[in-house]
Structure formats: C-alpha cells, structure tokens
C-alpha cells in the first residue's frame, strides 16, 4: 500500500485492494488513495508493518483519524473531510450506499458509455455477438476512467498484459481514451473484428503520447489474441497450448510477470520464441513454483525453430 502512495499508482494487487478499501470504494478509489497519501505525509515515518498491524487489529479508521486530528485543520487536504464522510469505504462494518453498489456504478457507466455513441441500445446488448459485448463494456469502462482489471478478457486482447508495471498499464488506457476521441464504438468495433486496433493504438501513440518500450506497439499489437484471428500469434507465445480459461490467464500473467523484469528485452523474447526456447527465457527471470514451471514448459512450446 505505501509503494502505491509513494508512486502515485491505485494499488493493482487484488489483495492489497480487497485489505484497504479499494474494491468496496469503486468510483471512489482515488479519493482513497489520496487519503491514504496524505496519511503518508502526515506520519512520514509510517511503516507497512505498522499500517498492517493497524488493519489487523481493526482500529485502521480509529488511527486514520488521530493521525489527521493530531494535524492543523487547514493543513488536512480535501481527501480527509471526504473520509469522514464516508468511512464505509474502509468501515466493513458499515454497509455500501446504494448508490455505490456495483450495480449502480455499472448502470452509471453503461449510460455515460450510451450517452456517448449516441442512442441506449441496452435492450439489443445481449444479442450482441460475444466479441461486441466484450468491446461495448471495455468502451464503457474507459468512457468512465477505468480499465479492464487481470481477470477480464480485455485485459488480455485490449493489450494491457504488456504493460510492465501500473503506470505503464495506465499508459494503454491513455491510448484507448485518445482512441475514442477519434473514432466512433462502431469503428473501434469494426477494427477489432479485423484484428486493425493495435495499428490504430499505434499510429495514436506514435503521435500523442510516450511510448513505454522501443517497440512497445509491436508488442501490443500482438496482444489482440483472438482465436479466428491473427492464429500465427496464439501458437507462436503458446496460447494455443492452453486448454481452458484458466491456464490462458496463468500464461498472460506469467507474461506480464517477465515483461516486468529488469532485464527483459522484447527482442530478446522474440529470439526465444523463434528458437522454440521462450520457457527457458522466462524461467531466468520470474520465480515460478514446481507446478507452475511444469505448466508454463507445457504452454509455452510452440514449432520453432522450423527445419527447412
């Protein structure tokens, strides 16, 4: 939680935020963080282990409050008023608002999502093909700032397990929110089917923003997987291989896990695919349990190298 507040990151560890707050705040969430920096600044010699203890005993809200009282009024920032407004964020004692349960803020997001392709077409969402309702709610989430979390499929295909670290993560978004100002949901759709939207992501960030790796689009571009397109790019990083849903996310975390190490190089990583040795590249450099390296050497075989 302190490494979130110190990078100016919302925390991305499901249980970091299950522990403080941040999936029962929602929309909320940089208000919370917020606090929790101002918490930091205010007690600057605050540990991890002494905020977990806090969170442990149950007294997290009680200390929060003497930390923030013990400080001048017109010194507390806007976050700490906010608190005390709404402690049920950090207060399980305490229940959700009703308009703060997740139904509300996903029908909230679902009309800022209409509002913004023109006409509520909720009626026809559901016979929707599954690829356009998958498009719909990843456009729907970046209408509202956010983004698709590890467990979602868009998190996958929408290009975000490339991203080495949050801000990175944070840096696709960024390129989805330019994306969106510059073509309608039907066009981003249709670039989806056609396998175009990591050309289109691409050319926008060539442009506009700060592109992570050197040949950072090239690798979100091979994050679009969908399994009646782009086939070469499922066998070659082992995609193929995965027989449920389950050993896909496990593979794509794995991925991310080796795309943040300090010494991962892209190029590198395509060497190891082509060479059919991409197991032994990711071993070097992400800590894996006896399992989990008896699947990924499972998963991550492809046909290389060819013979000729």
Sequence with gaps: MLQAC??????SDPQTREDYGFERAGEFASELLGLFQGLTYIKRDLTAKELHRWRKDGILVQKIKEV??????QHRGGYFPWFLQNQWVLDGSEPIPEE?????????????????????????????PEGKQ????????ICSSSHPP???????????????????????????IKLFETCTFEEYYSAYKSNTTGDRISRE???????????FSLVLKRCFINDTMEPAVNVDYGFFNCKTPAERDA????????????????????????????????????SMTKEERKMMKRLMKNPYPLRS
Excluded: N
């Design 251 to 286: 593979l794509a975390h794995k991925y991310r896990a080796v795309f943040q190490a300090k010494d991962f190089d892209e190029v590198k990583l395509h060497e190891a695919c082509m060479q059919g040795k991409i197991f032994e590249y990711v071993k070097e450099r992400v």
């Design 134 to 141: 998958e498009c719909f709610w990843h456009y729907a989430m």
């Design 6 to 11: 110190r990078r100016d990151l919302l925390p």
């Design 205 to 215: 960030a060539t442009h506009r923003l700060v592109i992570p790796s050197p040949i």
């Design 68 to 73: 923030f009282y013990s400080y001048p009024e």
């Design 150 to 176: 590890p467990d979602m499929d868009m998190w996958l295909r929408g290009g975000y397990c490339v991203a080495r670290d949050e801000y990175h993560e944070m840096q696709v978004s960024r390129m989805y």
């Design 100 to 128: 703060h349960q997740p139904e509300a803020l996903r029908d909230r997001m679902m009309k800022k999502a209409w509002e913004r392709i023109g006409r509520d077409q909720s009626t026809e969402l559901r016979s929707w």
